[in-house]
Nanobody, 120 residues
Framework: QVQLVESGGGLVQAGGSLRLSCAASGRIFSINNMGWYRQAPGKERELVAR???????NCADSVKDRFTISRDNAKNTVYLQMNSLKPEDTAVYYCNARISALPGWSSVYWGQGTQVTVSS
């Protein structure tokens, strides 16, 4: 049973920073790409940032100058460092990863989400 558990969300003032963590646990042979998505009330879930197994990264245009995605393969963990937060960043943030429990067999997993609220 593979699980992704996010942490680090909370309430922060505009201009502040938060660091989200997502730890994968369970039957894991390898982890391919990992990413962060977010969903604000009344809006579609959107990709925030992603990182491949070799460390290549991409961020959405709305956050690329402020957010940084990274990973610690030894800890099966992906991070999202969020700086200069804006009220429009308020959303539930979800961790996503493609994980192989066995060689040649992978599935996409989602975390339960962590709330980020940015006050003006």
């Amino acid at each position: 049973q593979v699980q992704l558990v996010e942490s680090g969300g909370g309430l922060v003032q505009a201009g502040g920073s938060l660091r989200l963590s997502c730890a994968a646990s369970g039957r894991i042979f390898s982890i391919n790409n990992m990413g962060w998505y977010r969903q604000a009330p009344g809006k579609e879930r959107e990709l925030v940032a992603r990182i491949t197994s070799d460390g290549s990264t991409n961020c959405a245009d709305s956050v690329k100058d402020r957010f940084t995605i990274s990973r610690d393969n030894a800890k099966n963990t992906v991070y999202l460092q969020m700086n200069s937060l804006k009220p429009e960043d308020t959303a539930v943030y979800y961790c996503n990863a493609r994980i192989s429990a066995l060689p040649g067999w992978s599935s996409v997993y989602w975390g339960q989400g962590t709330q980020v609220t940015v006050s003006s």
